[in-house]
């Protein structure tokens, strides 16, 4: 059994795809943060059989939830303050999305307007599709670009 110490102020991200926080500690940057991180993979899991876990240690601004959402949706978010679990987060699909995604159409303004943020609308949330608000090029998966 591997014992990864409690966090005393920070936060959780909790039932991430076994095999995917190496990902998502590099997609959200967390490695230019100056606190502690703990990562474990493929730990065991009821509802899951595996998952992974990242831990940090430091506060809830430094990660952006909506991104985080788009990511995976199916994350949950454990805030700790104190040593204690005061605050069970659930992620959706956020509505619009900015610069997380990149336009593919050549023939899109944002191709062109370099300086023009690329923006995502959500257009399908069966399917997590979003569409560029500019052009309505359609794009999701993240997973499929990571």
């Not at 997609?27 to 502690?36: A, E, F, S």
């Not at 303050?81 to 303004?109: A, D, Y």
């Amino acid at each position: 059994m591997i014992n990864v110490d409690q966090i005393n102020n920070g936060f959780v991200l909790d039932h991430i795809q076994a095999g995917r926080s190496m990902a998502i500690y590099k997609y959200l940057n967390l490695q230019d943060l100056d606190c502690q991180i703990a990562i474990i993979k493929n730990a065991r899991s009821k509802k899951m059989g595996r998952k992974d876990i990242i831990k940090v240690e430091g506060p809830l601004d430094i990660v952006d939830f909506d991104v985080l959402g788009f990511i995976d949706h199916n994350i949950t978010v454990d805030i700790i303050e104190e040593g204690v679990l005061v605050e069970k987060r659930e992620l959706k699909l956020p509505q619009t999305i900015t610069n997380v995604l990149h336009c593919r159409n050549p023939r899109c303004i944002t191709s062109i307007e370099q300086e023009l943020e690329h923006v995502f609308v959500l257009t399908d949330l069966k399917n997590a599709m979003y569409s560029c608000m500019y052009c309505e090029e359609k794009q999701g998966k993240l997973w499929e670009n990571l």
